[in-house]
């Protein structure tokens, strides 16, 4: 642990009065406590003369505002912060003459990159927290209900794994930073990457499904399905998908599946409405488990793939 | 004593050859001039030295220490000026001395003394407050001299300290390596091109070429060696030019 207190430390106060944190920061406390005060006023409005549902509170997460909800908001533009907190972590110690000297110092190599990790995931912990509770007592006055238990385990669990999918961006960040020597050549290829998850995976996955189970005809159920789980397979390769799926789970009780599609008749859908009952904590975790072990596991091998290439370089002044 | 020594101490990047069998001792508490062109093997040496990059083959020691398995203790008593000296522009002089004081394990009422006797011996208490980015060159070399003082190391490697000063920074700067010597008994390794400021210095030099040690002892062993005279007067620049036209041994 020689040195990485240090470094760390060094590294949150870089990162808490750094302009881009400040300016990030503010961006997303504004859109999500503007987020907040409409899915708020039309919660109350809505429910203002019925007897109100369980799990009110979390609707402040999953209902879509005026664009969109708070956890879509987070799995869209959560990258953009591992992303800025990371692109030129390595690279810019190395372009300034500082890793050599950092290097020289009586700390093992690793402490390097271990402190720059940490400190980055520090900083999305304190940022992603700070944002829920302040969206947390915002809706506690707009909507005057009290969170149960059951909910609050919920939005802790949800900021885990939000801390877990932007650690993985930051990782992916903090790779770039160590391949590429340019500074705004690592900022462009952290920017590529995001995109792509974001907006080719998809349409990657639609492609993929025509090609391998191209839908003639719209009456062969069974190859709806198989078109259906291609399409599937191919999005999870998309972090954003995965976390997606986790968290949409997780933090609305009421879906029992991440599928999109449920095969059911206008009839069943009726009846089974009436006896619609919200998953328990337990299930709802059991459904989307490996998803949410997968969005942990791609973060840390992210980093063990930055780590061993980082240790692998040599570090020279010039 | 020997406070570092090498044998037969090699690095091969893929099939390029930077430092081929080097052998050499540095003594306790003298000042080593390490000379040679640009990619002669000079840095990479000091990186072995360090234990920042590992030898291809043969092996060194550093106060008895393998900078290889035992790096943390061998850059806990060497201070390092690279080339390129970096500081963390944002932060004031104070703020980057403290910050290396933190990774040397020293708590802040231990550093603060010393950071500030550092700053006054190499003449910086008056623009301590100043960013680092609004530095002239000068002033950073003179805050890594600062930052070696603050390690009080055994052994200083020093990688071209004078490189891009006016002659007035020069002086100053070697004034102050002479004085880490004299008054601190560290012993330097000093790399430089600047073959008049390390004549004034030096106890013994060293010349490398082509990654290989073509030269080594005082200057007038060299001289009488090379040119055959042992004149007082001589210039390392003569010494230095006969070996390096002659190439490698």
């Not at chain 1, 959560?78 to 030129?88: A, E, M, N, R």
């Not at chain 2, 540095?26 to 000379?35: A, Q, S, V």
Request: charged share 20%; net charge neutral.
């Amino acid at each position: 642990m020689t040195g990485i207190g240090a470094i760390v430390r060094k590294e949150l106060a870089d990162h808490f009065s750094s302009y881009r944190f400040i300016i990030l920061f503010a961006l997303i406390a504004m859109v999500s406590l503007i987020t907040t005060y409409m899915v708020g006023m039309g919660l109350k409005e809505e429910l203002g003369s019925v007897a109100k549902p369980r799990f009110v509170f979390l609707m402040l997460f999953t209902s879509t505002g005026p664009v969109f909800s708070l956890v879509q908001f987070v799995a869209f533009f959560g990258p953009l912060i591992g992303l800025v907190l990371g692109f030129d972590a390595i690279n810019r110690e190395r372009s300034s003459g500082t890793l050599s000297k950092l290097a020289s110092q009586p700390i093992y190599r690793d402490a390097i990159i271990n402190a720059k990790f940490l400190s980055g995931v520090v900083t999305i912990a304190i940022m992603v927290g700070a944002i829920v509770l302040v969206v947390s007592g915002l809706g506690l006055k707009l909507v005057g209900v009290v969170p149960g238990l059951e909910e609050l385990w919920r939005i802790v669990i949800y900021l885990i794994i939000s801390i877990f999918y932007i650690s993985f961006w930051l990782g992916i960040s903090i790779l770039f930073s160590i391949l590429f020597r340019g500074i705004a050549t690592s900022a462009l290829a952290t920017l590529a990457i995001w995109i792509f998850f974001s907006f080719f995976v998809s349409m990657g996955a639609t492609v993929v499904a025509n090609s391998l189970v191209p839908l003639d005809t719209r009456e062969d159920p069974e190859r709806l399905m198989r078109h259906l789980r291609v399409q599937r397979v191919v999005s999870l390769v998309s972090p954003m998908q995965l976390y997606n799926d986790s968290t949409a789970i997780i933090i609305d009780p009421m879906r029992k599946t991440t599928r999109s599609l449920v095969l059911m008749g206008p009839i069943e859908r009726l009846s089974s409405a009436r006896f619609r009952r919200p998953l328990a904590l337990s299930q709802s975790i059991y459904v989307v488990l490996p998803h949410m072990i997968t969005v942990i596991a791609i973060t840390f091998i992210c980093f063990g793939v930055s780590y061993a290439v980082f240790m692998r370089q040599e570090i020279r002044s010039t | 004593m020997a406070i570092v020594e090498t044998h037969n101490l090699t690095k091969n990047y893929g099939g390029q050859v930077a430092v081929s069998d080097l052998t050499f001792t540095i003594e306790e508490g003298e000042i080593f001039g390490f000379l040679g062109p640009n990619g002669s093997g000079k840095t990479t040496t000091l990186l072995m030295l360090l234990g920042l990059t590992e030898p291809t083959g043969g092996w060194a020691r550093v106060a008895e220490f393998n900078p290889t398995r035992e790096p943390i203790e061998v850059k806990r008593i060497v201070g390092y000026i690279p080339e390129s000296i970096g500081f963390y522009d944002d932060m004031d002089a104070r703020e980057n001395l403290r910050f290396i004081a933190r990774l040397n394990n020293m708590a802040d009422p231990v550093s603060s003394p010393k950071i500030e006797e550092a700053l006054g011996s190499v003449g910086l208490s008056d623009e301590a407050e100043k960013k680092v980015g609004a530095y002239s060159r000068g002033m950073r070399q003179r805050l890594g001299i600062a930052e070696i003082l603050i390690k009080e190391p055994r052994l200083a490697f020093l990688d071209e300290p004078t490189l891009g000063l006016d002659p007035e920074g020069t002086t100053r700067i070697i004034e102050y390596i002479e004085s880490l010597s004299r008054d601190k008994n560290i012993t330097i390794l000093l790399s430089s091109h600047d073959l008049k400021q390390v004549q004034k210095i030096a106890d013994r030099i060293g010349i490398m070429i082509h990654g290989q040690m073509i030269a080594l002892g005082s200057l007038e062993k060299l001289a009488e060696e090379k040119l055959g005279v042992d004149d007082k007067e001589i210039s390392l620049d003569d010494v230095y030019m006969r070996y390096f036209q002659e190439g490698s041994p």
